[in-house]
């Protein structure tokens, strides 16, 4: 069965100390990668995504992404978080042969502390 | 500032009550999502529409649950009679079709059912 996985439940960071999300995938072929955010009593917002070439993807609000093919995995990373940046955080990913079905990740709970 | 808007954003009803949700995609987007998200089965796609054809509907109970798309300006999601496990957040998210493409979502409606 095809899936993602967030290993952290929740990750701890200091403001201004760098962080990384973790995010490794089970899906067949070379899939679409997703990012998205979900601030507290609001709607998901798209990060950024993976599509084709270089393997490090810049997105919104300073964050990127390093894409691996080899170990599955799309990490997002920040070089200095910030207390704002506390939030959920989705990796998802779209199967090649879909044009809509996406393979979501349990969330991961980032906490920057003052 | 484009968004996706739902109505209401929250709404608690007694069991066997008839609930609708409503949600204005953004204008020029030929898809539309909907999702529930609750703690225990994160987000689970309930229906997809795409050009208003309902193109899956898969994930949605077919004895209590109804998704419409009457035009293009507002999507419905129905659930008669409700039951206390339908209690969730519901969200309605729109894009462009297309396998690489992003979501956009609403903030959502948290429905309690009493």
């Known amino acids: 069965a095809q899936s993602v996985a967030q290993p952290e439940d929740q990750v701890n960071v200091a403001e201004g100390n760098p962080l990384t999300v973790k995010c490794t995938y089970s899906v067949s072929g070379n899939p679409y990668l997703f990012w998205y955010v979900q601030y507290p009593n609001r709607g998901l917002q798209f990060l950024l995504k993976?599509?084709?070439?270089d393997n490090l993807v810049k997105g919104s609000y300073g964050f990127e992404a390093e894409f691996n093919k080899s170990q599955t995995s799309f990490h997002l990373k920040k070089p200095s978080a910030l207390v704002s940046d506390s939030a959920l955080y989705f990796c998802?990913?779209?199967?090649?042969?879909?044009?809509?079905?996406?393979?979501w990740g349990a969330g991961t709970k980032l906490i920057i502390k003052p | 500032d484009a968004r996706v808007t739902q109505t209401p954003r929250h709404k608690v009803t007694e069991m066997g009550q008839e609930v609708t949700m409503r949600c204005q995609p953004i204008?020029?987007?030929?898809?539309v999502f909907w999702y529930r998200q609750t703690m225990m089965q994160g987000l689970e796609l309930l229906a997809y529409?795409?050009?208003?054809?309902?193109?899956?509907d898969s994930g949605m109970p077919k004895d209590r649950f109804s998704a419409e798309m009457p035009d293009a300006t507002l999507a419905t999601l129905k659930i008669q009679p409700s039951e206390p496990r339908d209690s969730a957040v519901y969200f309605c998210a729109s894009g462009l079709a297309g396998s690489n493409t992003e979501a956009f979502f609403g903030q959502g409606t948290r429905l309690t059912v009493v």
């Open positions: 998802a990913v779209r199967p090649r042969d879909s044009n809509y079905q996406l393979i």
């Open positions: 204008l020029g987007h030929n898809t």
């Open positions: 993976y599509i084709t070439g």
């Open positions: 529409f795409r050009n208003r054809a309902p193109l899956d």
